[in-house]
């Protein structure tokens, strides 16, 4: 399908209703022949009634099902004769590679899991995370390897902000912390795949202490799910060698997200607490690239 049918999906699919996502999931993942499509096929491969393909058609802006059917087919015809580049969600090294389209094909992928990401956030579990990390008495990060440095930027954002965070890199000293947390904590658990042990471990011990527990995963049927109070899941496709390039796209954007809501929470009070905290570290920095010539 076209990426710019896929787009308008992915862009409408969060006000979409359950029986219309059913659709929108259907044709986001159909390889068949657009031109032979009845109404009636798309309503039974998506297992909805015919009016839900309709209100589908009219929740994306198309006058009904014949519209959509049009575009549709036009864009797979341009699609075909190679006027439409393909969508790069999902897209894979190759040693056949240009050097040339290595920046555009970076950019495209990583904006496509950040599409994602928006299209299945919950909103209301964001807002409870930025309530629960307001309230807690100590907000206690972790997560290993390419999650670690998701969890170095989440917590240094949220000390700027007055929030009393704290994070180990070391697996025992995370169990320990873990179990020394009461109902007044919160442990966030950040792993991409969301079937990291060390993790996992870390947030059983975390819920067995009597802390509130939440989890930042990319997929959404993943282990690490059950023992989060609540659970932020960022983009549903898998990426790449290991995931070693965008993992942590979507997790960086999400700790932005995060950041940024628990400033908006209390404007004034973290605005001023994060101006007491610049001004601390303003002179580690040159004023001037003269300044540090003439210390040279």
Known sequence: MCGEIQFEIRKNY???????????????????EIETMTIIDLAHGAGVSQPTVIRFASALGFQGFKELKYQLMKADGLEHQGLVPQPLHGFKISSRDRMEDVPSNIVATAITMLRDTLMKMETEDFVQLIEKIIKARRVFVFGVENS???????????????????????YYLQSVCANNLGPEDLAIAI??????????????????SGAATAAITNFEKSLIKRYGDLCLTTSSEQYMYGNAIFSRVTQHA???MV???????RFEIHTQIMDNNSRIISDRAYESLEEQEDLM
């Open 254 to 256: 999400l700790v932005d």
């Open 148 to 170: 670690h440095s998701v969890v170095s930027d989440l917590v240094t954002k949220l000390l700027y902000l007055g929030i009393d965070c704290l994070s180990y890199g070391d």
């Open 14 to 32: 969060r006000w979409l209703r359950p029986s219309e996502k059913k659709v929108a999931d259907y044709l986001l993942s159909f390889e068949g």
């Open 191 to 208: 792993s991409y795949s969301g079937y990291s042990r060390n993790t996992i471990d870390v947030l059983k011990i975390a819920k067995k």
């Open 259 to 265: 950041y940024t809501g628990v400033l908006l929470s």
